[in-house]
Structure formats: C-alpha cells, structure tokens
C-alpha cells in the first residue's frame, strides 16, 4: 500500500504499537499517524492471541503470502524477498521463566521502508534493550536501524550464552582433572544445547551475511556494513561453538575412561578377596560335609584348631600375594 494510517494498525492486544520519531523516539501509534520512511511504524504481536490472529489475517497492509509465514510454525532462519518488503526469521535465546535457554524463541519480522510487522509467541528478551533505547530517545531512526539493532541484540545474548557454556566445559574439565564425574545427564544436556545452538545460528549467521551483501532500499552502507559485523560475530561464536563440540567428545571420552577405570579396580578388589579366600572357602566346604570321618569332630579344640588354621591360610595368602606385588 502506497498509505499506510495509524487506524489501519490498531490492534487491541499487541505487545508493542510504536511509530519511530525519526530521531531515536517513538510514539504510541494513533489513528492519525501516518506511516513513512523517515517515520515507519512499529507493530509487535504476539500471533497466538485472537486479535493479533484476526489482525494477520484480515490486514490489508500486509500481502496475502505474509500472513501464513507471520503465524506459522517455528522454523530455521531465513530471508525472503516478498515485493516491496522482506520477510526475516530469527532465533533468540530463550530467556523466559521455567525454560532452557537452548529452546530457542522464533522471531518472524516483515519489513518495508514505512512498517515493521513482527511477531512471536515467546518473549523476546532482547527487544528490551532497543525499547529502553527508544524510550530515553537514542534508539533507532528507521527500518534499516531497527533491523541492525535488533540483530544486535539477538547476537549479544547468542554470544552470552555460548560464554556461559563455554564456562560449563571449563569446569567440567577442572572436576575431571580431581578425578570428579558430573552428574547423570549434565554432559549430554550441554552437548545438546551446543548442537542446537549450532544447528540454528549457522543459518543464522547466512541471513546476516544476506542482509549485508542485498541492497534493499531501506538499508544504507553503514547499516549494511554494521550487519557484515554481526555477521563475522556471529560466526567467531559458530567457531567457539565446534571447538566446545570437540572438546565435549573429549570429555565424554574421558568420562568413560574414567568410569571403566572405576570398575576395573572395583572388580580386581574383588578377585583379589576371592583369591585371599579360596584355600579357606575349600576347607570349609570339606569339612562342612558331614560325613562320618571327618579329621577332629570328637576333639573339644577342633574347631579353634580348624579356625586358627584359617587364619593362617589368609594371611599366607595375602602374604603372598603381596610379595608377587598384586596387593
């Protein structure tokens, strides 16, 4: 649309409602506010809720082929040409309450140089930095600005969390060297979250490279520039992130080494106890068939006799066993 009102934007239950001021602001967006290129508009929807579903599919700001991808299901980061706008799917780390962060939060944003449509489920944390910004006036000027910024962010908490789990393997590695396992599960949650993280932000790192290299309108050289950093960003992380790969197979190879070599002295413990009591298991099985004859059973110091002898056989044995140094 050539046109774009603010009515034509209003919806009940969105998450945000903004019309960038130009200069690093916003305002709430109202039904006299037109949308442009040196002030888009920015709409935020949470898609699961029933005016924000009704709103993506009714909408006529927004193309036919949109809508479907706006609410659809969560999938590996992209960017479409669509007409005049460009369709752009992100991950993030999941920051919310009683979630891992490896189960990442999609964010599906279309933009054109006058209107910003973005959508979720999930919270996005990191929309909390570019709020704040635009709230104290230094936040971003226009679409190319807001989708540099945003990436940004989405990179900053990306690269957090691989820090954290790179300080993960580092302790893991410090326990090992004192010869302390993890506990049952830890090792193959990090690997996990390490090959899913890997999993989406290769992708992800394409879509930056992407956005920096196409000359979209609304882009300057400078934004294009800023998004080619993210990108190398992002990829230094993808680096990081195959080095802790490698170095999880490592540990998890020592783990088992260490573990195999638990067992192996556990059960050389227990043959040298049943070598030190195989005379004696011998002689007790022997005499303890009770049958006519046996040697002392009418002696009143047999039995003493019977155990000293025992004793004796233990000790030798484990004398022994000793001098051939297997004790």
Known sequence: MDVIKGEELQVSDAVYAYQLDGKGGVNEINQQCVASAEKPCWLHLDYSLPESEKWINSTPVLPDNVREALAGESIRPKVLRMGEGTLVTLRSINLNANARPDQLVTIRVYLTDKMIISTRHRKVFSMNDIINDMQHGSGPTDTGTWLVEMCDGLTDHTSDFIEDLHDKIIDFEDAL????????????????????????????????????????????????????????????????????????????????????????????????????????????????????????????????????ILVMLVGGVAWWMKRSKWL
């Open 177 to 308: 060297m004192e010869q302390q396992l993890p506990e049952r599960g830890q090792m193959a949650l990090l690997r996990k979250q390490l090959i899913v993280l890997r999993r989406y932000m290769s992708p992800q790192r394409d879509v930056f490279a992407r956005l920096a290299s196409e000359r979209l309108p609304w882009m300057t050289d400078d934004e294009r520039r800023r998004m080619q950093e993210i990108s190398d960003r992002l990829g230094r992380g993808l680096d990081d992130l195959d080095a802790s790969i490698a170095r999880t197979a490592v540990l998890s190879d020592e783990i088992s080494s260490l573990m195999a070599d638990a067992l192996n002295r556990r059960t050389y413990t227990m043959s040298l106890l049943a070598m030190v009591f195989l005379p004696t298991t011998f002689l007790t099985g022997l005499f303890g068939v009770n049958l006519g004859g046996i040697p002392g059973a009418s002696h009143p110091l047999g039995f003493s006799i019977f155990c000293g």
